[in-house]
């Protein structure tokens, strides 16, 4: 597959933003509260520190950084972490976050990394390392392409593969949109394609996760309906479908699913 055919083949579909938007603010109450991760613990850290992606004169770029918790880990170890994300309310999580533990040395700003101009923002190669963990930032050939622009080091991006989302897909199946899914399979796929065919020698990386989510009937009514409103517009009886559905299932007001994937990371210097 050559590179224009990736091109043509791995672009932006039409979203509803705003329905984005709405979902990952309704998320950021609940994804603050987990507990910030670790170079003992996690995984991903541990990658970026074996391969010696970073060290104390590094410039971060976080792409999709919600509320900060890698920048934030990584701050203590490099000269600058900066974080973009399109949810304003997982920005301002992340600065409070980062002013409670006194982390002067990492910022973070609202951004649509889909529309950014890296000129403009003077981000070409600017940065030693870039990093996107599951992130819905980067769906496109072209807004894959920009992890590299935008550094001179090491890019880092993540990707939930072969998952299973048993309410989400319930969901689906109530509002005709079964076909659509979180998985990135094919994304990884055009993602090595595009690098090896740029000359580039990418590395592959595994985990497998599961995610135990808990949410009250208004935070999963936030999230599972504009979930579904990302892929389409939603009829006011799709969404009282949608909301009766989550309150058959709910368990003293909350909604549980249980959500198991391979989180699936593509590394490459640039």
């Given at each position: 597959m050559t590179v224009e055919e990736i091109l043509e083949k791995w672009s932006l579909k039409n979203q509803n933003k705003q329905a984005g938007v709405a979902m990952w603010n309704?998320?950021?109450?609940?994804?603050?509260?987990?507990?910030?991760?670790?170079?003992?613990?996690?995984?991903?850290?541990?990658?970026?520190q074996q391969h010696h992606m970073f060290n104390q004169d590094s410039l971060v770029l976080d792409v999709g950084s919600g509320t900060g918790q890698?920048?934030?880990?990584?701050?203590?170890?490099?000269?600058?972490?900066?974080?973009?994300?399109?949810?304003?309310?997982?920005?301002?999580?992340?600065?409070?976050?980062?002013?409670?533990?006194?982390?002067?040395?990492?910022?973070?700003?609202?951004?649509?990394?889909?529309?950014?101009?890296?000129?403009?923002?003077?981000?070409?190669?600017?940065f030693d390392l870039v990093i996107a963990r599951l992130t819905p930032a980067v769906?496109?050939?072209?807004?894959?392409?920009?992890?590299?622009?935008?550094?001179?080091?090491?890019?880092?991006?993540?990707?939930?593969?072969?998952?299973?989302?048993?309410?989400?897909?319930?969901?689906?199946?109530?509002?005709?949109?079964?076909?659509?899914?979180?998985?990135s399979d094919v994304d990884i796929l055009y993602a090595f394609a595009l690098l090896w065919?740029?000359?580039?020698?990418?590395?592959?990386?595994?985990?497998?996760?599961?995610?135990?989510?808990?949410k009250t009937l208004e935070q999963a009514y936030g999230l599972y309906i504009n979930r579904m409103k990302t892929y389409r517009d939603l009829s006011p009886e799709e969404e009282e479908r949608i909301k009766q559905y989550l309150q058959s299932i709910a368990k003293d007001g909350l909604v549980y699913e249980e959500v198991n994937t391979t989180v699936t990371t593509i590394y490459w210097r640039v």
């Open positions: 309704s998320m950021a109450e609940s994804f603050g509260e987990h507990e910030a991760p670790t170079f003992e613990d996690d995984h991903f850290l541990r990658l970026l890698y920048a934030l880990a990584l701050a203590a170890h490099c000269k600058e972490v900066v974080g973009i994300d399109f949810s304003p309310s997982m920005v301002e999580i992340a600065k409070q976050k980062a002013a409670e533990k006194n982390i002067p040395n990492a910022s973070f700003q609202w951004a649509d990394w889909h529309e950014l101009d890296l000129k403009k923002q003077e981000w070409e190669g600017k769906q496109s050939a072209g807004t894959f392409l920009k992890l590299s622009q935008a550094s001179r080091g090491w890019c880092v991006w993540s990707k939930p593969t072969r998952r299973t989302d048993p309410v989400s897909d319930e969901i689906r199946k109530l509002v005709g949109i079964q076909e659509k899914h979180e998985s065919q740029q000359g580039r020698l990418p590395y592959l990386d595994y985990e497998q996760q599961r995610w135990e989510m808990k």
